[in-house]
């Protein structure tokens, strides 16, 4: 066997285990929602309690069902995901269930433009650089993460289908259910 023949070989071993050890790390069910925070876009809502500006944190979240999906101005399907979301949001935020809708686009004047056309109450969250979004491995737009009030994975979709709509008030009832009432006058410890 040739030095070319042996080096090729070993290469393409190299970029097999490398390829196979990314995937190895996405974000799965049944693992723990990596820890975030970031800056918000919308003005004023009051609805969500988020002001502009303000920042969110994934930890501040933990005793709530969070809902984390990643969007972007150019995805077709997250024209209709993103007011699907927000009825989801109407539907049960008094019951616990928190909805980030992380937007991706470089340039915030896309997702403003975006959002102008797509007018919603959803926190709207700005990861330009993409940090959030590769922490939660996301491969594709529109992509969402349904935590648990622990803060674990326990749903994720690719993607977007009308179908979809259904499959996630199942699953936030399920996880709202499970949610544990704190006492009035015990403390935590």
Not at 30 to 57: E, K, M, N, Q, Y
Not at 72 to 90: F, I, N, T, V, Y
Request: contains cysteine.
């Amino acid at each position: 066997m040739s030095n070319l023949t042996k080096s090729l070989k070993i290469t393409g071993c190299l970029i097999l285990v490398l390829f196979s050890c990314s995937w190895a790390y996405a974000a799965s069910v049944g693992d723990i929602a990596p820890l975030f925070t970031l800056p918000t876009l919308h003005t004023s809502v009051r609805d969500t309690g988020v002001l502009a500006g303000d920042t969110v944190s994934l930890k501040d979240l933990r005793g709530k069902v969070v809902f984390v999906n990643f969007w972007a101005s150019w995805c077709g399907p997250c024209r209709k995901e993103l007011p699907e979301l927000d009825k989801l949001r109407r539907q049960y935020q008094k019951n616990g269930l928190v909805i980030l809708a992380i937007n991706i686009d470089k340039s915030k004047k896309k997702a403003l433009s975006f959002l102008e056309k797509q007018p919603n109450k959803l926190s709207i969250l700005l990861d330009p650089k993409k940090k959030v979004a590769s922490l939660f491995k996301v491969r594709g737009m529109p992509s969402s993460f349904v935590l648990d009030s622990r803060g674990i994975i326990r749903y994720i979709h690719l993607g977007y289908s009308e179908k979809d709509t259904t499959k996630w008030r199942k699953e936030v009832e399920t996880l709202l259910k499970e949610v544990k009432p704190k006492k009035e006058g015990k403390e935590d410890k």
